[in-house]
């Protein structure tokens, strides 16, 4: 196994760190980073940036005209080494003349896993893998689901009173949460590809499920599931201009039973589009649903210090009888985001 000096945990940092600086850019693709060092100087540093064009290798080389003679490259992923839409990161690092490359992880894309280092072996590169391997697969843990699924990497987000109640017997909601809160449900929508709801909310709240930032210009793909095909008014806010819409209804997806739609099929089918990560924001016969389904990857609850009595609308609705039948989760984070309690969990395996 490899070792790795204090140093090079710090290059392998600061790589983990720009890569994160191309998720509204990079899309379909994975984040990733590049810093190259040679007598332990940084020389050169870049990231993905945008989808289609330059890898994160390729934007550090450039600073130094491609000329990596004796150098170390310290890349978050595995360079690419087939021909996509930018040549392969892999032959022009070889190109440069690295002497070493240091890797996080390995990319999870089969055009791509193993073979990148192997091409760097072959060349006489000396390649070192998994310094910081934890926090590389975190920081594209949508990318890899897909690759490794076809599905995307699902996030629920919930805002509840302490009693957990997500909307009054009437149906109004506004406002659970704090201020506080709801400007950070922007920068938690902000961090996906595609929003997704179900028809029942549409047509009760209107939502426009945009993100409202003036400091982040991205505009995630607004998915409905409408298992009813009751989703046919263009002048719903889901259909402004402020970004695009997909309704998944019968005629577009795979049915379970009548008005009930395969939602693994409907997840399927944004990985096919290129889509990673999806922000799920629904009422609780929806959410239900995904969770009966397993589909749901994490749960980002947002808990108000209210409570709001026992005809209020519980956040999922999941008809369990007994005891054994609870769904445990684990938690992984709590912070308050001003008197709200911000909860990041998953269901146990």
């Not at 922000?279 to 947002?302: R, S, T, W």
Request: glycine letters at 8%.
């Amino acid at each position: 196994m490899a070792t790795f000096s204090i140093k090079d945990t710090q290059n392998m940092a600061l790589a983990l760190k720009l890569a994160s600086k191309g998720r509204y850019g990079v899309k379909a693709n994975p984040m990733v980073g590049c810093v190259i060092v040679k007598d332990d100087k940084i020389i050169a540093k870049g990231y993905h940036e945008t989808f289609g064009e330059a890898h994160a290798e390729i934007n550090a080389l450039k600073q130094i005209n491609h000329q990596a003679d004796g150098a170390t490259l310290y890349v978050s992923l595995e360079p690419c080494v087939h021909q996509g839409k930018t040549p392969p990161c892999a032959q022009a690092i070889i190109d440069a003349g690295a002497k070493k490359v240091i890797i996080a992880t390995l990319d999870s894309n089969p055009l791509v896993s193993g073979k990148g280092v192997a091409m760097l072996k072959a060349a006489g590169i000396e390649v070192s893998l998994g310094l910081l391997e934890s926090e590389a697969l975190t920081l594209n843990r949508g990318f890899i689901k897909r690759m490794q699924t076809g599905l995307p990497f699902v996030t629920c987000k919930i805002a509840m009173s302490l009693d957990g109640k997500t909307s009054m017997a009437d149906g109004e909601s506004k406002w659970i949460t704090n201020e506080n809160a709801r400007e950070d449900v922007q920068h938690l929508r902000a961090n996906h590809q595609a929003i997704m709801t179900g028809s029942g909310t549409v047509l009760a709240d209107n939502p426009s499920m945009t993100v409202r930032l003036d400091t982040i210009n991205v505009s995630p793909l607004r998915v409905v599931i409408d298992g009813k095909n009751q989703i046919t008014d263009r002048s719903l806010n889901i259909f402004s201009d402020d970004a695009s819409t997909l309704i998944l209804n019968t005629s577009t997806t795979k049915i379970l039973d009548p008005n009930k739609l395969d939602l693994n099929d409907a997840l399927k089918q944004l990985g096919d589009q290129g889509i990673n990560t999806v922000l799920l924001e629904a009422g609780p016969g929806l959410i239900g649903a995904m969770i009966e389904a397993n589909l749901i990857d994490e749960f980002i609850i947002y808990a108000a210090p209210i409570l709001m009595g026992s005809d209020a609308n519980s956040m999922a609705t999941l008809p369990l009888s007994n005891m054994a039948d609870k769904i445990k989760l684990s938690i992984s984070d709590i912070r308050m985001v001003g008197d709200d309690i911000k909860i990041t969990a998953k269901i146990n395996d």
